[in-house]
């Protein structure tokens, strides 16, 4: 259930001294205790910590490192919620009564992987965890409404967001009266390790906008937001979809708008498959379809988040720079599709220009730009679409810029940059060269 009045910031949690957390029938500082906690940070936090049940410095030290990774107060006591914590991040539950949540409470058991982690790992920690509470909420069979789910749902919010129930304004029914999926989004990624790379909140559109300022901004965070026709999702993005007729697409995007974001942990041949937190009222398994090239095809989807390689090297930017220079709208100095489609394979950025007439020599404008990891094939497909629109190709030229050993990123950049610095304006006929899905599997 859904209710779009209330907002997060007034959601009301119960008290961490309430039923929901997780307990000890034994002392914090017995030895046993101490010994469990010392093997568990040195599991979680990869550490070598002398296992001798003795509360020392180091050990101190250790336990206030991993309370400030969990987002909890680093007061150096391992209490219920840091023994929960623990848990949640890959410990095993002590074996003496402590009061440890049920198998089928149990979180996913994943490991925190330390700063710096690749992002191939950091993706696979992403999917794993995912899928740890799609089978903790029984493939989507367990309901918020289950009183079970309670404290699952209380460490969304508290750990995902870090909106302290304190702070919350009382509303019964708190559990679904609040849309929890943002929530969820963030539980998993801070649990997964990404970090201050991502914008912890209670908001996808939150989120999706910082993912896309980064990329704007080109800055060193490898969190960036896409168009559905620039990325290909991968195992570990994000992929959102607007909900609510909210209209939000990626350039019209702002905050508060009401949007939902889903975990893709699969990609199979025409389908996705995303993980995602209150979808029918649970965390379950969606299908999105895509087509051969692998790009999403579902109407309301409008962004990929995702971690991945796009940034470029001094070579690659000074590729990028070369082609910056002014190009004339009207030129006759082009190719002839034919000669395109026989020079040797290059990726790289090409413009469609169109027979103008007017003057005593052709003249051509440029229409469309577009990039391509093997120039010749691209435009052999497009010569294709024209032939069969019976469209003369004589009626057309083309202009290459050559971009050896470029790859996605740079193609995208550059891409983005021609038509940028010419205008969009100029490109008068972008949707006569849209090519048939069918045709993409040809590059």
């Not at 929901?20 to 010392?38: F, L």
């Not at 896309?212 to 937001?225: G, H, M, S, V």
């Not at 025409?270 to 209150?278: F, H, K, P, S, W």
């Not at 470029?312 to 004339?328: A, Y």
Request: aromatic share 8%.
């Amino acid at each position: 259930m859904r209710m779009s009045r209330f907002s997060a910031d007034q959601l009301y949690v119960p008290s961490p001294t309430s039923q929901y957390e997780v307990g000890s029938t034994y002392s914090r500082k017995s030895v046993p205790n101490i010994r469990w906690v010392q093997a568990s940070l040195n599991r979680i936090l990869g550490l070598r910590l002398v296992v001798d049940g003795i509360m020392g410095p180091r050990t101190r030290d250790a336990v206030r490192r991993f309370q400030n990774m969990a987002g909890i107060a680093t007061d150096g006591v391992v209490g219920a919620r840091t023994k929960a914590a623990l848990i949640r991040a890959g410990a095993q539950p002590p074996k003496a009564g402590a009061g440890s949540t049920s198998a089928s409470m149990a979180p996913a058991q994943a490991v925190l992987p330390a700063p710096g982690t690749p992002i191939s790992a950091l993706a696979k920690s992403i999917r794993s965890i995912a899928l740890g509470e799609l089978q903790r909420w029984g493939n989507g069979s367990m309901k918020e409404s289950d009183i079970r789910m309670r404290p699952v749902l209380y460490d969304y919010w508290l750990i995902g967001t870090g909106l302290k129930p304190e702070t919350l304004t009382h509303l019964p029914s708190w559990w679904s009266a609040v849309p929890w999926s943002a929530a969820f989004i963030s539980w998993v990624m801070r649990h997964a390790g990404a970090g201050n790379t991502f914008k912890y909140s209670p908001s996808h559109s939150v989120y999706t906008l910082a993912a896309k300022q980064n990329r704007i901004t080109n800055n060193a965070n490898p969190l960036k937001a896409f168009r559905l026709s620039e990325a290909r999702p991968q195992v570990g993005d994000i992929v959102c979809r607007r909900r609510a007729g909210s209209g939000a697409t990626y350039d019209n995007l702002t905050a508060g708008m009401p949007t939902h974001c889903d975990i893709v942990v699969a990609v199979q041949p025409g389908t996705l498959i995303t993980v995602g937190g209150n979808v029918r009222d649970s965390v379950s398994s969606t299908r999105v379809p895509i087509d051969s090239e692998g790009f999403i095809q579902k109407p309301g989807y409008f962004a990929v988040l995702s971690y991945r390689d796009t940034t470029i090297t001094e070579n690659e930017r000074f590729m990028v720079e070369e082609i910056s220079d002014e190009l004339p709208v009207y030129t006759t100095d082009l190719l002839s599709f034919e000669e395109v489609i026989k020079s040797a394979p290059a990726p790289g950025i090409y413009e469609i220009y169109q027979r103008s007439s007017g003057g005593s020599l052709p003249n051509f404008k440029r229409i469309y730009v577009g990039k391509a990891r093997s120039l010749p094939q691209r435009l052999q497909q497009h010569a294709w679409c024209l032939t069969h629109l019976n469209i003369p190709l004589s009626f057309y030229r083309v202009r290459l810029r050559k971009m050896s050993g470029a790859n996605d990123a740079v193609l995208r950049v550059a891409e983005r940059k021609v038509i940028d610095h010419h205008g969009r304006h100029t490109l008068t006929n972008q949707r006569e060269f849209e090519l048939p899905g069918e045709l993409w599997g040809w590059e």
